[in-house]
């Protein structure tokens, strides 16, 4: 099975920026889509961001389009979140996901079946 493991959480004023990455354990990028949710305390896990580029798809929450950017380098399995102008409401437990979705679906949680351990990001005011 793939394992995913994520690292770049951090600590950070708002406006700042962070760079979180996801590393594969076999190639996924090409085959599979690739998310980011998250989650914080007391809040259920919620879509940040994904892409399919087999599909030549892309999707962001509403939430943090414009401000966060997915990509993907098949060369080193890896899916990175660029999140610039953080705000303290993007504070939660980020969470990589991977899953033979299809682009109708690429947003929901229950399209993918292997996730990470999850990064805290914090963003203080």
């Known amino acids: 099975q793939v394992k995913l493991v994520e690292s770049g959480g951090g600590l950070v004023q708002a406006g700042a920026s962070l760079r979180l990455s996801c590393a594969a354990s076999?190639?996924?990028?090409?085959?599979?889509?690739m998310a980011w949710f998250r989650q914080a305390p007391g809040k259920e896990r919620e879509f940040v961001a994904a892409i399919k580029p087999s599909a030549g798809s892309i999707r962001y929450a509403g939430s943090v389009k414009g401000r966060f950017t997915i990509s993907g380098d098949n060369a080193k399995n890896t899916v990175y979140l660029q999140m610039n102008s953080l705000r303290p409401e993007d504070t939660a437990v980020y969470y990589c996901?991977?899953?033979?979705?299809?682009?109708?679906?690429?947003?929901?949680?229950?399209?993918?079946?292997?996730w990470g351990q999850g990064p805290q990001v914090t963003v203080s005011s």
């Open positions: 076999e190639r996924t990028i090409s085959r599979y889509g």
């Open positions: 996901a991977s899953g033979r979705v299809i682009v109708s679906s690429i947003a929901a949680k229950s399209a993918y079946g292997v």
